[in-house]
């Protein structure tokens, strides 16, 4: 649907007329939200706004990245949002035509941040410290702080494996920590472009409105550094705690190794013996003397436990 709200000249909030029926000049400035449009809709962009074919093109594709584009009225922006699905980041798309006159998003998904900035606005009593530009900010200052729950959840995550106080498997905890990984990847594709969005707004010098506003913005863009870094310090624990188990598995695996080695070590010699005196030829020394047979046991515990006791003194048990 779309969405209309608009500020008279005398500060007066006029809101849900149809886009069709609305006398823009009647308004200091208005906003137009395209939310979830049908493609009926968005010809709105082209027929009533006549906004660039390149930028209407950007809105209907997914997924582009984080950008600002000049035009000679207004700038458009993409942003990204994300939220979490069964496991996955999914990063949606929140697209913005942006003047002194008007404020214009377009969304294919609900967008909950819009929204409670639509009512912060529709339920103020003093529309002058409201422009397009505040709006604009109000709105990125949300989609920003909604990244935070998601990593703060992540870190949780991580710190119940790095503890493992169940003593769960390996290979679940390993999983485990494969999908954090992933999603932490997908966060970071989605943190530095909007970070990299956020410095060219603050160093442009065509958005004359964001720079009187550079205060907020530069708000949000160290809310954005702190997020990329907490992305890639997290990916370093994930890298860490993959190691230390990867380590610890092949630590498990040597000494397995080291006490079968240590095994067969004992019983080569005693089954050379063994094998020895088990040949069948009729002509062998001692195979007819009435103490042999005890005379080779004891020979083999001999060998045996002496080499046990040379391996302990060696350190092989440690």
Known sequence: ???????????????????????????KWYWVDFNQPTNEEIEHLSNTFDFHPLAIEDCIQKLQRPKLDYYDDHTFYV??????????????????????????????????????????LKATRNTDEWDTFYVFYQILDKIVDNYFP????????????????Q??????LMNELFDIRS????????VNPMRDLLYRMLNSHH???IKNRREYFSDIYDHLLKLAEMVMS??????????????LNSHQTNNVMKVLTIITSIFAPLTLIAGIYGMNFQYMPELTWKYGYFVSIAIMAIIAVSMFLWFKKMGWFK
């Not at 149809?18 to 000049?25: H, N």
């Not at 003593?167 to 679940?172: A, C, E, F, K």
């Not at 999603?183 to 989605?190: F, P, Q, W």
């Open 1 to 27: 649907m779309i969405r209309f709200l608009g500020i008279t000249h005398d500060n007066k909030i006029e809101q849900d007329i149809p886009i069709e029926e609305v006398e823009f000049s009647n308004y």
């Open 79 to 120: 942003t990204h949002n994300v939220r979490e699905e069964d496991r996955e980041i999914i990063r949606d798309e929140f697209n913005f035509f942006l003047n002194e006159q008007f404020i214009v998003t377009f969304h294919r998904t609900e967008g909950k941040e819009l929204t409670q900035v639509w009512d912060m």
């Open 150 to 165: 998601l990593i703060y959840k992540l870190e949780d995550e991580l710190d119940v494996i790095e503890n493992n106080s």
């Open 167 to 172: 003593d769960r498997s390996m290979d679940d």
């Open 183 to 190: 999603m932490l990847l997908n966060l970071r594709h989605a």
């Open 207 to 209: 958005l004359v409105e």
């Open 234 to 247: 997290n990916r370093e624990v994930t890298a860490d705690i993959r190691d230390s188990y990867l380590s």
